[in-house]
Each structure stands twice: as C-alpha cells, then as structure tokens.
C-alpha cells in the first residue's frame, strides 16, 4: 500500500489544478444540496402539518379543503359522537371552518392565491403550535383578521394595520401569527361568520376535530365514512397533509436531472485532470514500481487521490450548501392552488448525500486515468 | 489558412485531453439549454392567431369562486364580442389519479366559434353538439390512452360528487393546449348537478385584436357592483398567472444556470492553463522560429475557443435533437406542452461557449507568449 501521505503531498504539489477542480465539483455538489434542501423543506412543511390524534372532515370525492363544501346537518351530526375530546368546558373539540383562496400580489410583482380560513375560538384551541406574534386575536363580527408573519412579508399589503379587501369588503389586519413548520404557516385567519356573510356562503368546507386515541380517531374516521346521510370523507391531519407533497414532484425531477448531468460533467473534468496528473507522473510511477510497489497499490493510490479531491470538493459545496439552510421561500401548493411557504432545510442526512456523491464523482472520474497509471511499462518510462 | 491547421494539429496532438474538454463543456452547455428552454417555454405557451382574440373571464377574488352563467348573456351584448362560452373545470379521474389530465366541462351553443383553433371534421363537431354525453378529446390524449372515436369512458367525479359517463364523438387536434385536454357538456353536469347554473370561467371572443382591451374593460365594469364582480384578461396573461404562482422557481433556475456557467468557465480555465504549462517549450520553439508573441497569443486562444465553441455547440444541438423526438407532453402529463429549443437558446449557448474559451484562455496565453525564448527553451516540464 503506497502511503496516503503521498497522494495528499501530490495534491498540494498540484494546488492550483485540485483547487480549480475541487472548487467545480463543489459548485455542482452545492447545487444539489440546495435543491435537496428546498425539496425536502417543501415535503416537511406537508408531513410536519399534522399528527394522528387530529381528523380533517372533507366532502366525499374531495381531495382539499378548499374544493370541499358541505352544510350545516353534517357538522351537527359529528359533533356529538363519542370518542371526540372535550375541552375544560366540556365543550367537543370540533371546528366547522371555510377555506376560501383569495387573488393577491406578492411583493416581487408576481400573483399568487393565499387560503383565508374563518374559524372560531376551537380551531385556534385544535391547532397546539399556533402563537401569537404581534397585535391581538380577531374577533368575530368585525371584520379583523390575523395574518402569519411569512404571508405579511411576502406580499403586499398585508403588514399589521393594514387594511385587506375581501368580497370589496375591508378586513382590518389586527395581528401576525405563525404556526411553525407547517401548511397552516402560510394562511389568513378570520371569524367565521364574517367570511361566511361577505362570501355570501354559509357552508363549512373542513372540520377539524381532535380523537382522544389514535384507535379511536381510527374507528370516527370509519364511523364518518360509513354514514351515508352526510357524504363526508375524514382523514387523520397527517395523512391529509400527506397527499399533498405532489407538489414537489416537478422539483425532485428536476434535482435528479440536474444532479445526473452536472455529475457527469464534473467526472469528465476529474477525469481530465487525473489524466494530466497522471501523464505528468509517470517517472513517479515507475520509480515506485521498481521500488516495489504492485500495479493493485498504484491503482489505489490513484483512486484514493481522485476521491479525496472528489470529497474536498464535496466539503466546500456541502459548506456553501448549508449557506441556504433557513432560508424562506413561497410556492403553490399544486393541490390547493394556493400559496405555501416553506423553509430551505439542510439535514444531516442530505450533508452525507451531497459527500457521497462527490466521492462517487471523484472515484468513477479517476478510475481510467488510475488503471492508465498502474499499467505503466516500466521501461519505456525509466528510458525517457 | 495555415493557422488554422496549427491550430487543428495543436489540438489532436491530446487527442484524449481534447475529447474531455469538449465533453464536459458539451454536458454543461446541454444542461444549461435546457434549463433556458424550461424557462422560455413557462413564460412563452404556446399561442395560435385564435387564441390572441380570446379572453378569459373569472370570479375577481379567485379562481376558485364560480361564475353564474347567467353572465354569459350580458357579456355577448357588449360591443365587440363574437361569441361566448362558459366552462367549468371538471377534474374527473381517469381510472387512477396518476393519470392526471384536464378535463373541462363547457358551455357548447358557441364553443367551437370561441375555439376555432380546435381541428376537427365537422361531422365531428355535429355529433359533440348533439349528444349531451359525449366528449372531444385532443389527439395526444387520446394516444396516451389508446382512444377511438366511438369509445365509452367513465370519468369519477372528484371535485363534484357524479361520475361521467361519455362516449367520444370526436378527436381535436391543435389549440393552445396542444390537443392534451377533453371537454363535455356543461349541461350535462347541470343536470346532474340539479341546475346549479353555475361555471368557473367564461370565455370570449373579441372581434379583433383592437377590440380586446376594451372588451376586457367593458366586462369587468358591467359586473364590479354585482354579487359576482369578474376580471377579464387574456389568455396568456390567465396561463401565466398559474406559471407566476411557481414562484421562486423561475429564480432558481436562473441561479442554477449562472452558477453552472461559472463552473464551466472555471473547468475550462483549469484544462487551458494545465496543456499552456505542458507546452512551454513548445512555444519556445515556435518563438525561436519567427512567431511573434501576438502570433503565439492569438494561438492558444484560437486552440481554447475551437474546444468551448465545439463543446458548447454539440450540448446546445445535442439538447435540441433530443427535445425535438421525444413528446414533452405526454410525460408531464400536460403540465409542460411544448419543448423547443429557439434559436435563442441556441445562440446564447454559442455565446458562453465563446466567452468560456475567451476568458479561460486569456491569461495563460498572454503569460506564455511573453515568456522569454530562453527561458522557454530551457524549461523542463
């Protein structure tokens, strides 16, 4: 075995060669952490969104919320069955609410659809990471609705005290909210009664209630369904929230395509430059195989040198990677048509991908040049 | 041209070291045309001479929110207007979700003169129009499923509680959706529907393109003070707006294509510099021989740009082949219609890869030709 001590003393010897090499692997090893990132804060807020103990009741058929409409005797039927958790007041926790998608305009010009939910005092009470930032709660019957703080800072008109047009009519911002990590993050709340007679639409589109067991919710969920005076669909939060990561399908197609691509360049640039290191070598080479050392352990040598430079690669976009773990974006969420903010999420796990594939890089760009150094003919080279 | 052969020499001289360089400049360039075409084409749909005199109307606080149909008739006496026709989107499932296509119920008295861009024989035509369970479909749809004129098919009710049963009475081809879509009688759905009377959008046909803005205007104004105020706008402003709801994504793509430029031109950089190195004497040579240090300049500059331009050439033409065979349609059920690499794209590509071999070159190449003779000759590589 050749000493790893020479393959990193060539790196240095080469330093501006590895480091303009390393530095393009890295670009592409950035790039698709990034995009890995994106991707999967995009499929987290979905899946983050909801736990098994909440239902969402949905018209049969439906597929979202805001497609949904259902009257008043389907609420009235649910509210009371067993199983459904009752708060301090012995009060079941059921929440009829309507979802409407409302037109506006993001701050960089472009249109968007945003959910605007009226729900009562419950469905602040179902919703266990709802926080109040700034200003005060919306009451019923006033026209005051409450905006997340992702909303109010991408779009216009939105800030605490402005006024929002709903149906020509004026809402009154009163206060910014947020519910970390989730669909709920990117939405308007308001009274339900004042959505309902502004819309002129006095139907629920969702009921959300909380099951005291994950057995229970089970059985509520069957006993909904089975009831065929209503026509409702139940699901629990989670499995809800679930169906909607289709909205990153476009995204991971596209990650894949790049990542592919850009990998293939990278090995024919690692490639390239092995092979210039390789044919500037060859006294070396020879010298160590007439010291002793086999083809097998150049072989190696030569490997493990394109795959630490792979990996130096790998490490600096990895680095410039996590420079986007945070950041905040806004896209549509192809189910509801409307808006879904979503932050970047950099994972350990996406770290360990993004490395891996710069040494898969780095390992298949040098084998050629690896196989071409070990089958040097001693020889010719040491005659030169 | 006795340059350009020394030129040519030059670089099949490493034959191995050529290949590679234009290889992974031809990979990143195809990457980068299509990422460029992916953009055109969000913010380009495809658009016919019909389809600039047609204007879609819907509710003005979101799409979601319906229409009464009863509109339709105030809008058809506005100065301007040749014909109406509601829709409503229907959203049936063909047998799987994944199976995804759009499918629109429509207001038929005037659809075909609202989309005359539709081909079909007019026995066709005759046969939707007079059977209220039947359906056009487009032709790429249709192959996608392998369906015949005549054919039953059962569309399951998602977003209204019916399923459809129809049977295609005709086969389009052409419009702006690229014959990826299949209509079916609103009156169907209404009746189903216990006369609800209600659609999502309603389009219009203006007479002439002058007509269009007023027309667009004039509806807006008859509605805004009514239960069901409208916005009028064309239909490309309409598609875009779904693009613009992507969002980020089209400064993602940017960035991507930026950032991978700068990788190429650093590649590049990194191949020049290490051949000019290998060649010092070589260029000695040359020196000793006449060339003047211009001369020697112009080229390895020349050897850089003949290796980006190729590259760059072969991924742009390379991109173009494959987009042109395959059918963009069919796997993105829809989503993405068209995919034609333009001139443009095809241009701008040439135009990194000439700036690729430009400023990867520059520096080395000046150093080396101003290195003395001496020096040159006496350096061991």
């Known amino acids: 075995m050749i000493p790893i001590k020479y393959n990193y003393r060539s790196i240095l010897i080469r330093r501006m060669g590895t480091a303009m090499t390393a530095i393009g692997i890295g670009i592409t090893v950035a790039i698709v952490v990034v995009m890995l990132a994106m991707i999967h804060g995009l499929d987290m807020t979905f899946v983050e969104s909801g736990d098994n103990l909440h239902l969402v009741v949905i018209r049969e058929g439906s597929l979202n919320e805001v497609n949904?409409?259902?009257?008043?005797?389907?609420?009235?039927?649910?509210?009371?069955?067993e199983g459904i958790r009752r708060d301090s007041e012995d009060e079941p926790m059921v929440v009829g609410e309507l979802t409407i998608g409302l037109n506006v305009i993001r701050k960089s010009g472009s249109e968007s659809n945003v959910i605007i939910r009226g729900t009562a005092p419950m469905g602040i009470a179902l919703r266990p990471g709802f926080k109040l930032l700034e200003g005060k709660m919306f009451q019923d019957g006033l026209r005051e609705v409450l905006v997340t703080r992702s909303i109010s800072e991408r779009f216009q008109g939105m800030a605490l005290g402005d006024t929002l047009i709903v149906y020509d009519q004026p809402f009154k911002i009163v206060g910014l909210f947020e519910v970390p990590d989730g669909v709920y993050d990117s939405e308007i709340w308001c009274g339900y009664n004042d959505l309902a007679q502004v819309s002129t639409r006095p139907i629920f589109s969702s009921l959300l209630l909380l099951a005291e067991t994950e057995e229970v919710a089970r059985n509520l969920i069957d006993r909904i369904e089975d009831d065929e005076r209503?026509?409702?669909n139940?699901?629990?939060q989670k499995a809800y929230f679930a169906e909607q990561t289709t909205s990153s399908i476009g995204l991971k197609a596209l990650a894949v395509f790049v990542a592919v691509v850009m990998g293939i360049g990278s090995c024919f640039a690692i490639m390239n430059m092995m092979y210039g290191s390789v044919m500037a070598r060859q006294q070396e080479v020879a010298t160590l195989r007439a010291l002793g050392f086999r083809r097998g352990s150049i072989l190696l040598s030569f490997l493990l040198e394109s795959g630490l430079m792979g990996l130096i690669g790998g490490v600096a976009g990895c680095a410039i990677g996590l420079l986007f773990n945070g950041y905040s974006a806004g896209?549509?969420?192809?189910?509801s048509f409307s808006e879904v903010v979503f932050n970047f999420k950099v994972t350990p796990e996406i770290i360990l991908q993004g490395l891996a594939f710069s040494l898969?890089?780095?390992?298949?760009?040098?084998?050629?040049?690896?196989?071409?150094?070990?089958s040097v003919k001693l020889i010719d080279v040491l005659r030169q | 041209m006795k340059f350009l052969r020394l030129l040519v020499k030059n670089l099949t001289r490493n034959k191995r070291r050529s290949i590679l360089t234009i290889s992974s400049i031809a990979v990143s360039l195809f990457l980068v045309a299509t990422l460029e075409t992916l953009m055109t084409e969000l913010k380009n749909p495809p658009e016919t001479p019909d389809s600039a005199l047609r204007l879609i109307c819907r509710h003005k606080v979101s799409l979601f929110n319906a229409l009464p149909k009863a509109h339709e008739d105030k809008i058809r006496a506005i100065e301007g207007v040749e014909a109406v026709s509601g829709q409503l989107w229907?959203?049936?499932v063909y047998k799987d979700p994944a199976n995804f296509f759009a499918n629109f119920t429509v207001v038929v008295d005037e659809f075909f003169k609202v989309y005359p861009d539709l081909q079909l024989t007019d026995a066709e035509k005759e046969e939707?129009?007079?059977?209220r369970t039947g359906a056009i479909v487009g032709n790429a749809l249709a192959d996608r499923f392998g369906w015949k004129r005549g054919d039953i098919i059962t569309l399951q009710g998602t977003l209204w509680p019916v399923d459809a049963e129809l049977k295609i009475r005709g086969i389009y081809s052409g419009g702006s959706d690229l014959g990826t879509s299949l209509y079916l009688h609103w009156d169907y759905l209404n009746e189903l529907m216990n006369d609800f009377g209600m659609v999502g959008t309603i389009s219009v046909r203006a007479r002439s393109a002058d007509d269009v803005p007023r027309v667009a205007a004039a509806i807006d104004e008859i509605f805004r003070n009514s239960s069901s105020p409208t916005k009028t706008e064309t239909e490309k402003a309409f598609v875009l707006?779904?693009?613009?709801?992507?969002?980020?994504?089209?400064?993602?793509?940017?960035?991507?294509?930026?950032?991978?430029?700068?990788?190429?031109?650093?590649?590049a950089a990194n191949t020049m510099a290490m051949s000019i190195r290998e060649r010092v004497r070589e260029i000695g040579v040359l020196k000793a021989l006449g060339f003047r240090a211009r001369q020697v300049m112009f080229l390895l500059v020349g050897e850089a740009l003949m290796l980006s331009l190729t590259g760059a050439l072969l991924g742009a033409f390379a991109a173009r082949l494959l987009y042109s065979s395959i059918n963009m349609a069919a796997i993105t059920a829809g989503f993405i219609q068209r995919f034609y690499v333009t001139p443009g794209t095809l241009l701008l590509c040439a135009g990194i890869g000439l700036m690729t071999g430009l400023i990867s070159s520059a520096v080395p190449a000046w150093q080396a030709s101003r290195l003395p003779v001496v020096d040159a000759l006496r350096r061991v590589v």
């Open chain 1, 68 to 81: 949904s409409y259902f009257e008043r005797p389907a609420y009235d039927a649910i509210r009371f069955l």
């Open chain 1, 230 to 232: 209503i026509q409702l």
């Open chain 1, 234 to 236: 139940a699901f629990t």
């Open chain 1, 331 to 335: 896209t549509s969420n192809l189910s």
């Open chain 1, 360 to 374: 898969l890089m780095g390992l298949i760009g040098g084998f050629l040049p690896a196989r071409r150094a070990s």
């Open chain 2, 90 to 92: 229907f959203g049936g």
């Open chain 2, 128 to 131: 939707f129009l007079a059977d």
């Open chain 2, 241 to 267: 707006s779904f693009v613009s709801m992507l969002g980020d994504v089209q400064l993602l793509i940017t960035s991507i294509v930026s950032v991978v430029t700068f990788a190429i031109i650093l590649v």
